[in-house]
């Protein structure tokens, strides 16, 4: 297949029923539930995208095990020309949605990029786990499969490991072993996409403790495994027809998000990558070159949507001329400088990017590092400053059902703005609603915090492998300037 296309993925989501719960009902269908439908939609445009002339070459640049073009995610970069690529193409796929999809395809496309780039890593514990994971990402790849992943634990009691939990299958583990596989039960969050991916990835974050063995596992299985279910939050959006002039962003863009729960799952030993391995497990994040992957794309996907939510601010203001005051002006311009230095480091991890022992090209994680640690604090800070631009006049726009109503003259008249009429502004206003008032924007803005982990862990492993003997040095210097205390003995 290569390159399969919208209508592909939908039919494909349809063959292949799985079981997720919304609101206590059972959903039959998600390409027809009146909320992830809408998502579904969405990414099948992106699947689209690939096979359009206009973005082919930039989406589709990569090759299968066929030498039919695939997912520009699953290059694996050896030329600088590469990267730029790949670039390119989360760039047009983050400018189709916004940014707003955090779990676009092409996400964890790249990161299963990365995982075949550090194949040699799951040699470790034998051969056939490194076949396993060359033949499932040449699996995905060949076949476009949309995937997501759950990485964390259910939030049960965060003060003891997963073996120490009151209940030993609160968290997913391994209950046996059989002839066919691996038997799991338990429960990870937090799949994002879920209910309207292909499959689903599961491994650990690197904090797993001995005893946790049983628990020290990487697999995949497609999300239509009997005994796998999803109870997913309840959509902020309903399905409305009238959803997409209220909600121009919400009702096109929301991502589902589900907890798992695996129910005595079967697991294929061909599907096992890491099984019941503390060490390997832990050491998987240094042991291949996953954080330089993925963060290419979150960077370029955390710039549109920063640039997004920046505009809107620059939109908002002119609408009602607030950008003439001072304050106004150094919000916005705060975030535009925060714009510029995000762009910079995507471009100088690429420029100092180096060959890995296996010829690879791997960016520079340090400047992507930073962008992680910058974002969880930049972003919701651009979203404050929108909410004050905006002041009041964002609690008071009208509905969409108000211009045909007695009152719509009232609407023409009172809701222009400065250097807009009142359509234009109350489309401004709710636009900037979308990103800064609602339950939506809610999520956006959890989900920038926390969407590669603890802020506050990341902030500390920047004093842990941060460049910090170039700092010391100086001060190393300067302090030597100073000379030894005159008439000290020594």
């Known amino acids: 297949m ?104 092409d996400f964890m496309n790249t990161m299963l990029a990365a995982f075949y780039d550090g194949r040699d890593y799951f040699r470790k514990a034998g051969a ?28 049960n009691d965060r003060s003891k490991a997963s073996h120490e939990q009151v209940q030993p299958d609160l968290h997913l583990g391994v209950v046996r072993e059989t002839d066919e596989g691996l038997i799991v039960r338990g429960a990870r969050m937090l799949a994002t996409m879920g209910p309207v991916a292909d499959e689903v990835l599961i491994y650990s974050l690197p904090m797993l403790k001995p005893g946790d063995e049983r628990y020290a596992v990487a697999f ?65 994040y240094g042991g291949t070159a996953v954080r330089q992957f993925t963060a290419q794309q979150t960077s370029v996907r955390g710039l549109v949507k920063l640039k997004l939510v920046t505009g809107a601010m620059i939109a908002v203001a002119r609408a009602i001329k607030a950008d003439i005051h001072l304050h106004v002006q150094n919000m916005i311009g705060e975030c535009l400088d925060a714009v510029e230095m995000v762009e910079s480091c995507i471009v100088r991890a690429e420029l100092e990017a180096e060959a890995a022992p296996n010829g690879t090209l791997r960016p520079n994680l340090r400047p992507y590092h930073a962008i992680r640690t910058f974002l969880p604090t930049i972003y919701p800070r651009a979203v404050e400053y929108l ?68 802020p506050v862990r990341l902030l500390a492993n920047s004093y842990h492998e941060g460049n910090r003997s170039a700092c010391t040095a100086l001060v190393d210097r300067a302090l030597a300037l100073a000379g030894e205390p005159a008439g000290m003995e020594r």
Not at 8 to 14: C, D, I, K, N, V
Not at 82 to 98: C, H, N
Not at 398 to 403: I, N, V
């Open 220 to 284: 995949a299985l497609p999300l239509s495994t009997p005994g796998l279910r999803q109870i997913a939050r309840p959509p902020f959006e309903k399905g409305l027809a009238r959803d997409h002039y209220e909600h121009p962003l919400a009702s096109r863009f929301e991502e589902p998000d589900s907890l798992l729960v695996f129910d005595d799952v079967l697991v294929p030993w061909d599907r096992v990558f890491i099984n019941q391995d503390v060490e390997l497990s832990n050491g998987m």
């Open 128 to 155: 056939r786990f490194e076949d396993n994971l060359v033949r499932y990402v040449e699996h995905v790849r060949d076949n476009d499969l949309f995937l997501t992943h759950a990485l964390i634990t259910p939030q």
């Open 2 to 105: 290569g390159v399969r296309s919208g209508s592909e993925y939908l039919r494909h989501l349809q063959a292949h029923s799985r079981e997720v719960w919304a609101e206590g009902q059972r959903v039959e269908d998600v390409t027809r539930h009146p909320a992830f439908g809408r998502t579904a939609a969405q990414v099948a445009r992106l699947y689209d995208l690939q096979a359009d002339p206009a973005h082919a070459k930039v989406l589709a640049a990569a090759s299968d095990s066929r030498g039919r073009p695939c997912a520009t995610a699953f290059l694996v970069p050896k030329t600088r020309d590469d990267l730029r690529i790949r670039r390119a193409a989360f760039e047009t796929v983050a400018e189709q949605t916004f940014g707003l999809l955090g779990r676009s395809p």
């Open 387 to 454: 909410q004050k631009i905006g002041a009041g006049g964002l609690l008071m726009m009208p509905a969409e059902s108000d211009f045909s109503s007695p009152v719509a003259r009232d609407v023409l008249k009172y809701y222009q703005g400065a250097a807009t009429g009142s359509v234009d502004r109350i489309r401004i206003f709710k636009l900037a609603w979308d990103l800064c008032g609602d339950a939506f924007a809610s999520r956006q803005m959890q989900y920038e915090r926390y969407y590669v982990g603890d």
